[in-house]
T-cell receptor
Framework: KAGVTQTPRYLIKTRGQQVTLSCSPI?????VSWYQQTPGQGLQFLFE???????NKGNFPGRFSGRQFSNSRSEMNVSTLELGDSALYLC????????????FGPGTRLLVL | QKEVEQNSGPLSVPEGAIASLNCTYS??????FFWYRQYSGKSPELIMS????GDKEDGRFTAQLNKASQYVSLLIRDSQPSDSATYLC????????????FGKGTSLLVTP
C-alpha cells in the first residue's frame, strides 16, 4: 500500500505570495491532518479534515486554510506569505476507524524569501 | 495554552544501555499519548501509543503513563546506534479526531 504523498517536496516563494500544498493520504484513510515544523517551535498542529469537513483547528492565523476533497485528498493554502512561514509542512493520514495512529508524509519544505 | 514539555537533550547513552526519555503535559483531560521517532531530514514515525496508566511494552520499547502526575516516558532497552534520532512526545488535543500536540523532542545519541 502506498504511503502518504505530498507535493511539491520543495518550494521557494517570496513574501506576499500565496502557496498551495497537496497531500494524498494512504488509500482508505479518511482523516488528514496538517502540521508545521520549525526549529524554534517544533511540530505544531494546523488543522484536521475528515469527510471533507474541518474537524479540528490549531492556533494559526486565518492566512492558513485547507480543504479536503471527496477522495480524501487535501490541500492547504497559505496566503500573504511571511518570512516566518518558512517551515516543513507535514501531512498525516489516519484510518479513522479506531486507534489514532497517524502516518506522516515526507513533507513539503517551504522557503519564503 | 496546552503544553507538552520534553528535555531537548542531547541525551547520550552507550550502546547496549537503557535510554530513558521523559515528557510532561499540562492538559489533564488528554486521553491518548504517543511517542514518535524522527531521523534528521525525515518525517516522524510512530513508535508507541499508550492510553491507560501503567506500562506498555513493544520489543525493546516500553512506554509508561501516569495520568495523575501527567507524565509519560519511553524506555529503550539495549540501545543501538540506529536509535540515534529525535524522539517526540505527542498528546491528543481533542476527544474527537486526530489532532496532536507535540513536544519539541529529545535528541538521543547512542554511542558505539
Amino acid at each position: 500500500k502506498a504511503g502518504v504523498t505530498q507535493t511539491p517536496r520543495y518550494l521557494i516563494k517570496t513574501r506576499g505570495q500565496q502557496v498551495t500544498l497537496s497531500c494524498s493520504p494512504i488509500s482508505g484513510h479518511r482523516s488528514v491532518s496538517w502540521y508545521q515544523q520549525t526549529p524554534g517551535q517544533g511540530l505544531q498542529f494546523l488543522f484536521e479534515y475528515f469527510s471533507e469537513t474541518q474537524r479540528n483547528k490549531g492556533n494559526f492565523p486565518g492566512r492558513f486554510s485547507g480543504r479536503q476533497f471527496s477522495n480524501s485528498r487535501s490541500e492547504m493554502n497559505v496566503s500573504t506569505l511571511e518570512l516566518g512561514d518558512s517551515a516543513l509542512y507535514l501531512c498525516a493520514s489516519s484510518p479513522a476507524q479506531g486507534g489514532e495512529t497517524q502516518y506522516f508524509g515526507p513533507g513539503t519544505r517551504l522557503l519564503v524569501l | 495554552q496546552k503544553e507538552v514539555e520534553q528535555n531537548s537533550g542531547p541525551l547520550s547513552v552507550p550502546e547496549g544501555a537503557i535510554a530513558s526519555l521523559n515528557c510532561t503535559y499540562s492538559d489533564r483531560v488528554s486521553q491518548s499519548f504517543f511517542w514518535y521517532r524522527q531521523y534528521s531530514g525525515k518525517s516522524p514515525e510512530l513508535i508507541m501509543s499508550i492510553y491507560s496508566n501503567g506500562d506498555k511494552e513493544d520489543g525493546r520499547f516500553t512506554a509508561q503513563l501516569n495520568k495523575a502526575s501527567q507524565y509519560v516516558s519511553l524506555l529503550i532497552r539495549d540501545s543501538q546506534p540506529s536509535d540515534s534520532a529525535t524522539y517526540l512526545c505527542a498528546v491528543s488535543l481533542s476527544n474527537s479526531g486526530y489532532a496532536l500536540n507535540f513536544g519539541k523532542g529529545t535528541s538521543l545519541l547512542v554511542t558505539p
